[in-house]
């Protein structure tokens, strides 16, 4: 219970305990804790910012898939139309040259026709002649009747 | 019976001193005869009346080595996790220890507003090293003494904080870096300013004249009271603390029944200590926080 230099020892004890621990122990260990809290926060952030990159990437990948599906969509319609287009100039020409194809032939039928007709004719007033001929007894004179028997032919 | 309690009690609170007996102090020897110091000697002290007679020129070496010790233990603690640590993951001890520090800075950021470079590792200084001194009086009380009479010294008194010296020590030198940043803070106009000036203030020169020696004292007494309260409000808890856990550990000696209780009282009031012990550090902490702010403030 008594004062004596016991006092004055601690005082000193207790200045070289601050003394060391103002010098070798607070910095350090405060120095340390306040780094590390700034590299935590810089990782965060960088955490974040990546994250936020991502996102931005995703939405842009989403965007240009989208952008080539339309495209894909717009080709193979362009693609349809050209093909109908073709099939349906296909069919035209067909017909076209079916048609003609078809004339032409009515042409000739008609022609092949009008060749029988003709010969027929010639036939007929040659045997009308020849049975006129054989009527009056005679020969008829073909070149006197000639005209009479022409528009005979006609006529039929 | 009572003769040995009091033996044992006073026996529990002599320090081993170390000191100077003044010429002409007789000297009581083991076997009874008496030796008178024709000068004055530096000696060990045998026994409390020796230790009272060496007056200032006494050093309590128990004391002072086990505050050194646990001081030195704690620092060295602390000086190896400071280079241990880094920006990487801390583990282990160094966790705990920024815990500790961490406190420690963010209770001095809500209380200190000034810079100051002394104030954070004065409070971390104060705060691990009274707890590891009030730590001591949760050791049994008899443990200790035993080893050490085994080992032929008589006196062992393991808790500093037990002695008036040590926390009276630590509360001076808290209070001369109180003068110290008063005076290195607002001048020693201002320091004197703040003694005379207040709580008595009046425009009038005559009047203000007149209350100066009034001020004076009032202020003295309340600068003076700081550093005595903080000494002795540890000194006392951890005293009385102390007293406790003496005189339970005389139950153990009083019967089986006796005994008994003492052991769960002894369990008890440990568990409180454990309280007690934290707080009062915390508390010495915190008013030397508190002081040396108001010794920064600028009025």
Redesign the interface.
């Known amino acids: 219970m008594n004062i004596n230099l016991t006092l004055i020892g601690q005082i000193i004890t207790f200045a070289i305990f601050v003394a060391f621990c103002m010098k070798f122990v607070w910095p350090h260990l405060l120095g340390a804790m306040q780094e590390r809290e700034k590299k935590i926060a810089d990782g965060l952030d960088a955490a974040n910012r990546a994250a936020r990159d991502l996102e931005l990437a995703q939405k842009e990948a989403a965007g240009k898939l989208r952008e080539a599906k339309e495209q894909a969509a717009e080709i193979i319609e362009q693609a349809n139309k050209r093909a109908n287009q073709i099939v349906d100039d296909a069919k035209e020409t067909a017909r076209t040259e079916g048609e003609r194809i078809v004339a032409a032939a009515q042409g000739e039928i008609e022609q092949e026709a009008n060749r029988a007709k003709e010969a027929l004719r010639k036939q007929v007033s040659e045997l009308a002649v020849a049975g006129a001929a054989k009527i009056l007894g005679k020969s008829v004179d073909a070149s006197a009747h000639d005209e009479l028997l022409n528009t005979l032919a006609e006529e039929l | 019976m009572a003769g040995n309690s009091q033996e044992y009690i006073s026996h529990h ?1 002599t320090n081993l ?1 170390y ?1 100077k007996l003044p010429a002409g102090y007789v000297r009581q020897n083991e076997d009874g005869s008496t030796v008178e110091l024709t000068e004055a000697t530096w000696t060990m002290a045998h026994g409390g009346e020796e ?2 007679a ?7 070496v128990d ?2 080595g086990w ?2 010790g646990l ?2 233990l704690i ?1 060295f603690l ?2 190896r ?3 241990k ?4 993951v ?1 583990s282990g001890m160094l966790n705990f ?2 815990m500790i ?2 406190f420690i ?1 963010n209770t001095v950021k809500e209380s200190f507003h000034g810079r100051s ?2 104030v ?3 409070a ?2 104060i705060f691990t ?1 009274v707890f590891m001194m009030n730590f001591m009086d949760l050791i049994p009380v008899d443990v200790l003494p035993a080893i050490f009479g085994a080992m032929g010294v008589g006196y062992m008194k393991v808790v500093p904080s037990t ?4 926390t ?3 509360a ?2 808290v209070f ?1 870096l109180m003068i110290f940043y008063s005076i290195k803070i607002k001048g020693i106009g201002g320091f004197v300013g703040e003694l005379t000036l207040h709580p008595f203030n009046v425009k009038n020169p005559v009047v203000q004249a007149l209350f100066i020696p009034v001020n004076f004292f009032l202020e003295s007494i309340a600068l003076i009271a700081k550093p005595i309260s903080l000494g002795l409000r540890l000194f006392g808890n951890m005293y009385a603390g102390e007293m406790i856990f003496i005189l339970i550990a005389l139950m153990f000696s009083a019967g089986a029944a006796l005994g008994l209780m003492a052991g769960v009282l002894q369990w008890a009031w440990a568990v409180f200590h454990i309280l007690v012990i934290t707080l009062q550090a915390f508390i010495f902490m915190m008013l030397t926080i508190v002081y040396l702010s108001m010794a920064h403030e600028d009025h």
């Open positions: 609170l001193t000191g230790a009272a060496m007056g200032f020129n006494a050093v309590h004391s002072l505050s050194f001081g030195a620092m602390f000086w996790m400071a280079k640590a880094s920006t990487g801390p220890v920024e520090v961490e800075d470079k002394i954070a590792p004065l971390l200084t090293w002695d008036v010296n040590v009276l020590g630590m001076l030198f001369a």
